[in-house]
């Protein structure tokens, strides 16, 4: 029997389009949907998740693949199904309730609520059956079937009740200051929560949160605190060493499961992939261990090989489940390492990545050993390098000409879902990750594919003056959020001073005007998620919590800092500054849930400096600023000028003409406003910064 599709299949997403021939009558949102449920007087059931999502995948096989379960939703609700990647302002507001209601949220997000989008009930993830301590659908829908009948004014009311809470939480002002002294608090507060024995922070489950480890190492650079830099290469030890990280065809998986870092969640997520990629390159320049450089380069493999549109953007994400099994992409045997390898190759991978004859991933529903393997590395490759008596680059080469074997192995399996929409957002992210690892690790390569995507981006997310959120199959859509907008300004920001080319500076400056005027809250301060244009949803909602990404505002305080020492306009120091006092309440309360703003403020407290490299001799200007790249003084901008680039860069930043540019390289330098004597010696000023 041919099954028929619902009003999903037209639909973009891929988590849509998975939903698309199941018997619930589904709905995009959309204002038929809304208009539906008024006329027939039904409540909506709201699901929100993502492709990549394991237990939406669950829900979706015992739920909504369900003709009984389907029969039910289709006569009690109008059924809704939203992309949370797509529609993160939808997904922001409503989690925000789910998190208020019950003190917790994830996804699959279930809201139920009045067809004017007022919620009244919420979960996550319920069964077909009543099991695991949860109410099962087969139960709950007729139960809020009747309260929806009988119980109406009850609805309503406390319909409204969470509404209005919602749509007040980003309604308040902050008078107070934030000192310099909220950084040590913060390290006091990591210090705190932090892992000893296996890295990371707190409890099961565990996310690698990578701006934590980035305001960490910028805390270290300004205190010397030995903790401080020890927390961050524990956590980048641990993570690389554990399950969490893919040993055959590289990148990490979203979170670990347990506190070991050893059972994953095995999806992959461009973004946790990108700020990974930025906190191993970091580490690298700090501390100069290759076991952070070869993570960091292994990254860039996995995304360049597995994640790449042919013509530049980056893919989404790649779920856990293949053939509807989570993790059976990435697990092995140990009987069939032994069929694929030599004895020598086959004895030396088991002892390496840690194989069991019964298998180390233990199922704790059935009680038993599954017989498979999560690869995994008990010790780093100093360590495993020492104990083979060989050097370590030349002992990294050994495991890794096998691994290449169990790889090529390993790509005749079925693979795993790929998300392959290519969100603004997340591309810039990588967009700036890649830049800096083409200049701490001098591979143009690497800046390569950060144009190459920003390209992609240009060409079909943005006119010129507007971004776009999505683009997938031939399809660009959904205006642009506030992440969509600081991410990409960022970006432009470090690829103008990773290329000189004046294009970069004159996009973000176009950019960030256009945020102020769209999103800024001209009440309170800060900057709203959703344009002032935008769909009116039961809150406009604004975010200052670092959470599995920076904030928008935490990455736009950057931005607004980094412009202000650019351009000298005090505008945007202005602005700065009106972030960090409309955020300065919940700042104060708790600030390491706000690392990826401790970086922002890190900066605005200094010490800080602005660089001119000026030159016509391009190689010199080159070697000048990549030698000053490789040092980990993040609290920089650069300008290089020449010849070329002098006219252009003059129209922007007029306060440049009264620069010289010779065929001899001459260095600028101001810090903490006030400028140097010009040198013509880079030692000179290499030594000025590390006594910084």
Same mark, same amino acid.
């Given at each position: 029997?041919?099954?028929?599709?619902?009003?999903?299949?037209?639909?973009?997403?891929?988590?849509?389009?998975?939903?698309?021939?199941?018997?619930?009558?589904?709905?995009?949102?959309?204002?038929?949907?809304?208009?539906?449920?008024?006329?027939?007087?039904?409540?909506?059931?709201?699901?929100?998740?993502?492709?990549?999502?394991?237990?939406?995948?669950?829900?979706?096989? &015992?739920?909504?693949?369900?003709?009984?379960?389907?029969?039910?939703?289709?006569?009690?609700? +109008?059924?809704?199904?939203? $992309?949370?990647?797509?529609?993160?302002?939808?997904?922001?507001?409503? #989690?925000?309730?789910?998190?208020?209601?019950?003190?917790?949220?994830?996804?699959?997000?279930?809201?139920?609520?009045?067809?004017?989008?007022?919620?009244?009930?919420?979960?996550?993830?319920?069964?077909?059956?009543?099991?695991?301590?949860?109410?099962?659908?087969?139960?709950?829908?007729?139960?809020?079937?009747?309260?929806?009948?009988?119980?109406?004014?009850?609805?309503?009311? !406390?319909?409204?009740?969470?509404?209005? !809470?919602?749509? /007040?939480?980003?309604?308040?002002?902050?008078?107070?200051?934030?000192?310099?002294?909220?950084?040590?608090?913060?390290?006091?507060?990591?210090?705190?929560?932090?892992?000893?024995?296996?890295?990371?922070?707190?409890?099961?489950?565990k996310f690698p949160t990578p701006h934590n480890l980035l305001f960490l190492l910028r805390y270290y650079r300004k205190t010397k605190?030995?903790?401080?830099?020890?927390?961050?290469?524990?956590?980048?030890?641990?993570?690389?060493?554990?399950?969490?990280? $893919?040993?055959?065809?590289?990148?990490?998986?979203?979170? !670990?499961?347990?506190?070991?870092?050893?059972?994953?969640?095995?999806?992959?997520?461009?973004?946790?992939?990108?700020?990974?990629?930025?906190?191993?390159?970091?580490?690298?320049?700090?501390?100069?261990?290759?076991?952070?450089?070869?993570?960091?380069? &292994?990254?860039?493999?996995?995304?360049?090989?597995?994640?790449?549109?042919?013509?530049?953007?980056?893919?989404?994400?790649?779920?856990?489940?293949?053939?509807?099994?989570?993790?059976?992409?990435?697990?092995?045997?140990?009987?069939?390492?032994?069929?694929?390898?030599?004895? @020598?190759?086959?004895?030396?991978?088991?002892?390496?990545?840690?194989?069991?004859?019964?298998? @180390?991933?233990?199922?704790?529903? *059935?009680?038993?050993?599954?017989? @498979?393997?999560?690869?995994?590395?008990?010790?780093?490759?100093? &360590?495993?390098?020492?104990?083979?008596?060989?050097?370590?680059?030349?002992?990294?080469?050994?495991?890794?000409?096998?691994?290449?074997?169990?790889?090529?192995?390993?790509?005749?399996?079925?693979?795993?879902?790929?998300?392959?929409? #290519?969100?603004?957002?997340?591309?810039?992210?990588?967009? %700036?990750?890649?830049?800096?690892?083409?200049?701490?690790?001098?591979? %143009?390569?690497?800046?390569?594919?950060?144009?190459?995507?920003?390209?992609?981006?240009?060409?079909?997310?943005?006119?010129?003056?507007?971004?776009?959120?999505?683009?997938?199959?031939?399809?660009?859509?959904?205006?642009?959020?506030?992440?969509?907008?600081?991410?990409?300004? /960022?970006? /432009?920001?470090?690829?103008? &001073?990773?290329?000189?080319?004046?294009?970069?500076?004159?996009?973000?400056?176009?950019?960030?005007?256009?945020?102020?005027?769209?999103?800024?809250?001209?009440?309170?301060?800060?900057?709203?998620?959703?344009?002032?244009?935008?769909?009116?949803?039961?809150? *406009?909602?604004?975010? #200052?919590?670092?959470?599995?990404?920076?904030?928008?505002?935490? +990455?736009?305080?950057?931005?607004?800092?980094?412009?202000?020492?650019?351009?000298?306009?005090?505008?945007?120091?202005?602005?700065?500054?009106?972030?960090?006092?409309?955020?300065?309440?919940?700042?104060?309360?708790?600030?390491?849930?706000?690392?990826?703003?401790?970086?922002?403020? $890190?900066?605005?407290?200094?010490?800080?400096?602005?660089?001119?490299?000026?030159?016509?001799?391009?190689?010199?200007?080159?070697?000048?600023?990549?030698?000053?790249?490789?040092?980990?003084?993040?609290?920089?901008?650069?300008? *290089?000028?020449?010849?070329?680039?002098? $006219?252009?860069?003059?129209?922007?930043?007029?306060?440049?003409?009264?620069?010289? +540019?010779?065929?001899?390289?001459?260095?600028?330098?101001?810090?903490?406003?006030?400028?140097?004597?010009?040198?013509?010696?880079? @030692?000179?000023?290499?030594?000025?910064?590390?006594?910084?």
């Amino acid at each position: 029997m041919t099954k028929k599709p619902n009003r999903l299949i037209n639909e973009k997403s891929p988590y849509l389009l998975q939903h698309a021939y199941n018997p619930v009558n589904w709905y995009p949102w959309c204002e038929e949907a809304f208009e539906k449920a008024r006329k027939e007087d039904k409540p909506i059931f709201l699901s929100i998740g993502y492709s990549t999502c394991h237990w939406c995948h669950v829900m979706e096989k &015992e739920s909504f693949e369900n003709e009984v379960v389907a029969k039910l939703m289709n006569e009690t609700f +109008v059924s809704i199904k939203v $992309d949370r990647e797509e529609r993160p302002d939808i997904d922001g507001v409503y #989690i925000s309730v789910c998190q208020m209601i019950t003190g917790s949220g994830g996804w699959p997000l279930t809201i139920i609520m009045t067809p004017d989008k007022k919620p009244f009930f919420t979960g996550t993830y319920f069964p077909r059956e009543n099991r695991f301590g949860r109410i099962g659908m087969l139960e709950l829908i007729p139960k809020l079937n009747d309260i929806w009948k009988n119980r109406r004014q009850e609805v309503l009311k !406390s319909a409204e009740e969470i509404t209005s !809470s919602v749509s /007040q939480m980003s309604v308040k002002k902050s008078d107070g200051d934030v000192k310099e002294k909220i950084l040590d608090k913060a390290f006091e507060e990591f210090s705190k929560r932090f892992d000893k024995q296996f890295g990371g922070f707190g409890n099961a489950p565990k996310f690698p949160t990578p701006h934590n480890l980035l305001f960490l190492l910028r805390y270290y650079r300004k205190t010397k605190n030995p903790f401080s830099l020890e927390m961050v290469e524990k956590t980048l030890n641990e993570i690389r060493k554990g399950g969490i990280y $893919d040993h055959i065809g590289f990148g990490f998986a979203r979170y !670990s499961t347990d506190r070991y870092w050893l059972v994953p969640h095995f999806e992959k997520m461009l973004y946790d992939n990108a700020l990974l990629l930025l906190a191993y390159t970091e580490a690298f320049q700090i501390t100069g261990k290759f076991f952070f450089r070869k993570t960091a380069e &292994e990254i860039i493999v996995y995304v360049l090989r597995d994640m790449t549109h042919p013509e530049g953007g980056f893919y989404s994400a790649e779920d856990a489940d293949s053939e509807g099994i989570e993790g059976k992409f990435y697990l092995w045997t140990e009987v069939e390492i032994r069929q694929l390898l030599p004895k @020598n190759e086959a004895d030396f991978i088991i002892n390496i990545f840690n194989v069991e004859p019964n298998g @180390n991933w233990y199922d704790e529903a *059935r009680g038993v050993r599954t017989g @498979n393997n999560i690869l995994h590395l008990k010790k780093n490759f100093s &360590e495993l390098a020492e104990e083979h008596s060989m050097d370590e680059e030349k002992f990294y080469e050994k495991p890794n000409s096998i691994r290449t074997k169990l790889f090529e192995w390993r790509k005749k399996r079925v693979h795993p879902h790929k998300d392959d929409k #290519i969100l603004t957002d997340w591309n810039s992210l990588m967009i %700036s990750a890649l830049t800096k690892a083409s200049l701490v690790f001098d591979n %143009s390569k690497f800046l390569d594919a950060a144009l190459s995507a920003d390209s992609f981006i240009k060409k079909y997310l943005f006119d010129g003056k507007k971004l776009l959120h999505r683009y997938r199959d031939g399809e660009s859509g959904i205006d642009a959020n506030l992440d969509d907008y600081a991410y990409y300004i /960022q970006a /432009q920001l470090d690829l103008f &001073e990773a290329t000189s080319d004046v294009q970069f500076l004159t996009t973000a400056v176009s950019l960030d005007n256009q945020l102020y005027e769209n999103f800024w809250d001209e009440n309170f301060g800060g900057y709203f998620f959703t344009s002032k244009d935008a769909e009116k949803l039961i809150a *406009r909602q604004k975010e #200052i919590y670092d959470g599995a990404v920076p904030s928008g505002n935490s +990455v736009q305080l950057m931005n607004l800092i980094r412009l202000y020492k650019i351009t000298g306009d005090n505008k945007y120091d202005k602005s700065a500054l009106e972030i960090v006092k409309a955020f300065s309440g919940e700042i104060n309360r708790m600030p390491s849930v706000f690392a990826q703003f401790l970086c922002g403020l $890190d900066f605005m407290f200094g010490p800080s400096v602005e660089l001119v490299f000026s030159s016509n001799n391009s190689a010199l200007t080159q070697e000048a600023f990549y030698s000053i790249s490789k040092l980990f003084f993040p609290n920089k901008v650069s300008i *290089r000028l020449n010849r070329k680039n002098f $006219d252009e860069l003059v129209e922007t930043l007029p306060f440049l003409q009264n620069y010289k +540019v010779t065929d001899k390289l001459t260095i600028y330098l101001c810090r903490n406003f006030a400028c140097e004597n010009p040198t013509e010696d880079l @030692n000179e000023i290499i030594v000025s910064l590390q006594k910084l």
